[in-house]
């Protein structure tokens, strides 16, 4: 019976939320998340995971010392990267998430050749308040799907958020710094003393989020920091 229900409320959702692609709205088969193959072929790519990555490291320089920076895609806004990204982060699919690192998991073994350098992959905190409201943390995910690939540990536990922030998205670049100084701990510094840490998330804008948890991995004793997104601005 209970069988019954749950295949019947299965059918109902699948009719509510039909499974079409995010890019050209086709029906998905049930091995396509999201994104249809050809729409997934069709993402603009960067060069940033075959070593090119001085665009990005850009962003952190005279902030923090960052050894590297690797983003799958360009994102832009109204594009199908940012409705993928949407989508992994507000619309509760975290297997979305980790079948989305996992693709970049495949192009970091094949391409990015310093990615065998990486210790530990950390997904950037949510707050545990956060963490409450959405259920999953993405990164976490994100980094969940790279390291089924790539076998590099993962630690949710050795950075944490220490505090609650509000939404980001109305804040300009200097709100948004000060908001996140000082907002991440490391609460288990033997996780990461001596190593290279890979700091994982879903999209890099203007860093200021990653530059703060590098900022506190470097204070605690880290080899180096490195930085993994699906997607970055310019
Ligand atoms: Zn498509």
Redesign the pocket.
């Known amino acids: 019976m209970f069988r019954f229900v749950s295949e019947l409320l299965s059918d109902f959702f699948d009719l509510v939320y039909p499974t079409i692609?995010?890019?050209?709205?086709?029906t998905l088969e049930t091995t396509e998340p999201l994104?249809?193959v050809?729409?997934r072929m069709s993402l603009p790519e960067t060069q940033t995971h075959r070593g090119n990555d001085s665009e990005l490291i850009n962003k952190f320089a005279g902030k923090v010392k960052v050894e590297h920076v690797a983003a799958r895609y360009r994102y832009s806004k109204g594009s199908v990267v940012q409705k993928l990204i949407h989508a992994i982060k507000y619309k509760d699919q975290p297997e979305a998430a980790i079948q989305v690192g996992q693709w970049f998991g495949h192009t970091l073994k094949a391409e990015c050749p310093w990615i065998e350098d990486v210790d530990v992959l950390i997904g950037v905190p949510l707050h545990k308040k956060r963490l409450r409201q959405r259920g999953y943390n993405q990164a976490d995910c994100i980094a969940q799907g790279i390291a089924e690939v790539t076998q590099l540990p993962v630690s949710t536990s050795a950075l944490v958020r220490t505090r609650f922030q509000g939404s980001q998205t109305r804040k300009n670049r200097l709100q948004r710094w000060l908001n996140v100084e000082t907002v991440f701990r490391v609460a288990d510094p033997k996780q990461i003393i001596g190593k290279h840490v890979a700091i994982v998330d879903d999209v890099l804008t203007t860093g200021a989020t990653i530059e703060s948890c590098a900022i506190e991995l470097h204070k605690a004793g880290c080899r180096s920091v490195s930085v993994l997104t699906i997607a970055a601005t310019r």
């Open positions: 692609c995010l890019g050209c709205q086709k994104l249809c050809s729409c």
